[in-house]
Nanobody, 119 residues
Framework: QVQLVESGGGLVQPGGSLRLSCAAS????????MGWYRQAPGKQRELVAV???????NYADSVKGRFTISRDNAKNTVYLQMNSLKPEDSAVYYC?????????????WGQGTQVTVSS
């Protein structure tokens, strides 16, 4: 199993910045991808950004140029630096990790962290 611990959410004014962190621990062979999703009230969960182990980062069009995803493989941790935040970025942000196990891969989700952008 894989456990994910998220941190870094909160309340910020429009134009401000926040940094989310998600640390993975447990029994797995390797981490294939690490990413962030978000879900606003009344909306479906959507991809924000993802970083595979050996490929290029992908971002939702709505956050390109404002958010940066990065990962520290030694710490099994993924970060999301969010700049120039807008009210429409308000949502619960979920960390997602796809881990390689003995018998295949599996997806794991963090508990979610609230991000609220408001004046």
């Amino acid at each position: 199993q894989v456990q994910l611990v998220e941190s870094g959410g909160g309340l910020v004014q429009p134009g401000g910045s926040l940094r989310l962190s998600c640390a993975a621990s447990g029994r797995f062979l390797s981490i294939v991808t690490m990413g962030w999703y978000r879900q606003a009230p009344g909306k479906q969960r959507e991809l924000v950004a993802v970083v595979p182990s050996g490929g290029s980062r992908n971002y939702a069009d709505s956050v390109k140029g404002r958010f940066t995803i990065s990962r520290d493989n030694a710490k099994n941790t993924v970060y999301l630096q969010m700049n120039s935040l807008k009210p429409e970025d308000s949502a619960v942000y979920y960390c997602n990790v796809r881990a390689s196990l003995v018998f295949g891969t599996n997806d794991y989700w963090g508990q979610g962290t609230q991000v609220t952008v408001s004046s």
